[in-house]
């Protein structure tokens, strides 16, 4: 695959497991974000990596720890997760500037299930 | 804080037949408004895009109109085809991309 990638596709973890999501980028943005995606609802934006600066949280539990290294590279690490923790994780990645808004390059998703 | 709602949550048309999915934002200041996407097992993908600049914008059979007074914009498919069948997510902005609330998504369906 190219453009956008993640690894794993699938994962099933207990709820005292420490596991990370990588995400990476081949199209030289500037910008990357994780994704929640859960059955009828809305994309939840989880965070926001502009330029490497965490740029909005939007309050989302501290068992989920992003890191972005450098701008291809996205992870987000998870802890002590809860069985509403499953969903599909969805990275993706845009150029970002001056305040407007480009189109977003989505990732095939970690579909991660929470035991 | 911004909400926005889409409808209908799924739609069933006959192929050849037309689509429309409509959305309503509710804060004024939005000023872009993308549509994405989701075929079965697959990622988001953009497929047309509005600013509030303008109230029409056409790409083959799929456009996307918007009414700003009103505050809501709809995507409309024409001559609908098999691979027209996905989940539609319309999204709304006033500013960048960080500030993009998107709708619940539209199950399309299309009839053979």
């Known amino acids: 695959e190219t453009g956008v990638t993640q690894t794993p596709r699938h994962l099933v973890m207990g709820m005292t497991n420490k596991k990370s999501l990588k995400c990476e980028q081949h199209?030289?943005?500037?910008?990357m974000y994780w994704y929640k995606q859960s059955a009828k609802k809305p994309l939840e934006l989880m965070f926001v990596?502009?330029?490497?600066?965490?740029?909005e949280n939007n309050s989302v539990p501290s068992r989920f720890s992003p890191e972005c290294p450098n701008s291809s590279h996205l992870f987000l690490h998870l802890h002590t997760l809860q069985p509403e923790d499953s969903a599909l994780y969805l990275c993706?990645?845009?150029?970002?500037?001056?305040?407007?808004?480009?189109?977003?390059?989505f990732g095939p998703g970690t579909r991660l299930t929470v035991t | 804080g911004e909400n926005v709602e889409q409808h209908p949550s799924t739609l069933s048309v006959q192929e050849g037949d037309s689509a429309v999915i409509k959305c309503t934002y509710s804060?004024?200041?939005?000023?872009?408004f993308p549509w994405y996407k989701q075929e079965l097992g697959k990622r988001p993908q953009l497929i047309i895009d509005?600013?509030?600049n303008v109230g029409e914008k056409k790409d083959q059979r799929i456009a996307v109109t918007l009414n700003k007074t009103a505050k809501h914009f709809s995507l409309h498919i024409t001559e609908t085809q098999p691979e027209d069948s996905a989940v539609y997510f319309c999204?709304?902005?006033?500013?960048?991309?960080?500030?993009?609330?998107w709708g619940a998504g539209t199950k399309l369906i299309i009839k053979p």
């Open positions: 509005i600013r509030s």
């Open positions: 804060d004024s200041a939005s000023n872009y």
């Open positions: 993706a990645s845009s150029q970002d500037g001056q305040g407007l808004p480009y189109e977003q390059y």
């Open positions: 990596y502009s330029l490497e600066e965490r740029v």
């Open positions: 199209l030289g943005h500037n910008a």
């Open positions: 999204a709304a902005s006033k500013g960048s991309n960080y500030q993009l609330i």
